[in-house]
């Protein structure tokens, strides 16, 4: 979400994917609280003030936007998964959900955003539809309910966005 002629690092809120091929720092975002998981490959490495390893069944690393972080990956390419938001305007938390089944999810955020780590069946306001691996459902509102029921194995990644 940018504000009003925002562009490039001036968001309020900002969800992405991106593989990581080499080892190499993290660009820097001042004012930005971020979290990051891993959705496959072998992992990484994160160096900040200590080192932190991320797999795929790890739970989120959540971090300051301006800290230094240099990244390792383990034996070849990794996909992550990366939610930052505006201190003073948004606020986030993500959360690993595993899957056991038919799960209903409930949006409590302003913004509910969930991303597909297998094949997914997804009910909502009365529509079924597939989601495939790395698919999202962004912006369901308040109050309103998803079903998901993943392969077995397969996670999803639960983010919600606060205004502040």
Request: glycine share 12%; net charge negative.
């Amino acid at each position: 979400m940018l504000p009003s002629g925002g562009a490039g690092d001036d968001f309020l809120w900002r969800l992405s994917i991106a593989t990581v091929h080499a080892d190499g720092p993290f660009s820097t975002f001042a004012g930005i609280d971020r979290t990051i998981a891993v959705l496959a490959g072998r992992g990484m490495t994160l160096q900040l003030e200590r080192t932190v390893s991320l797999r795929t069944e790890s739970e989120p690393f959540a971090f300051a936007g301006e800290e230094p972080v240099y990244a390792r990956v383990l034996e070849g390419a990794t996909t992550d998964l990366n939610a930052m938001t505006r201190r003073g305007a948004f606020t986030h938390a993500m959360r690993r959900l595993q899957s056991d089944g038919r799960r209903l999810i409930t949006a409590g955020a302003d913004e509910t955003t969930l991303v597909f780590g297998g094949e997914t069946v997804v009910e909502a306001a009365g529509v079924v539809f597939e989601a495939g691996r790395f698919d999202a459902l962004v912006g369901f509102a308040p109050g309103q309910s998803v079903t998901v029921t993943a392969e077995p194995g397969a996670t999803t990644q639960l983010i919600e966005f606060f205004r502040s």
